[in-house]
C-alpha cells in the first residue's frame, strides 16, 4: 500500500473546506495510507517581506519530508501535468 503525507502550510477554517478535505482522505484512504502534516503559517505584515514568508514557510516544509520521499509540488499558479 502507498503512503502518502500532504505536507500544507497553516489550517483549513472554513468548515466547508474542512468537510472537503475529509471527504477526500476518506476516499484516498482506501488505496493509500494517508497523513495529513499542517505546518504553521509565517504571521504576515508590514515589516516581512513576502519572500521571507515563503522561505520560512518552505523550511518548515523541508524539515518535515522524509528521507528518499518522491516529492510533488502543488502550487496555485503551477504549470498542469498530464
Known sequence: ????????????YEKCWQEAAQI??????????????????EAQGATVRDDEVALREGERLLRQIP?????VAMDRVGKMMS
Open 1 to 12: 500500500m502507498y503512503r502518502i503525507t500532504v505536507l500544507a502550510v497553516g489550517k483549513l
Open 67 to 71: 528521507d528518499g520521499a518522491f516529492v
Open 24 to 41: 477526500f482522505c476518506t476516499r484516498l484512504g482506501a488505496f493509500a495510507k494517508l497523513s495529513v502534516v499542517e505546518v504553521a503559517a
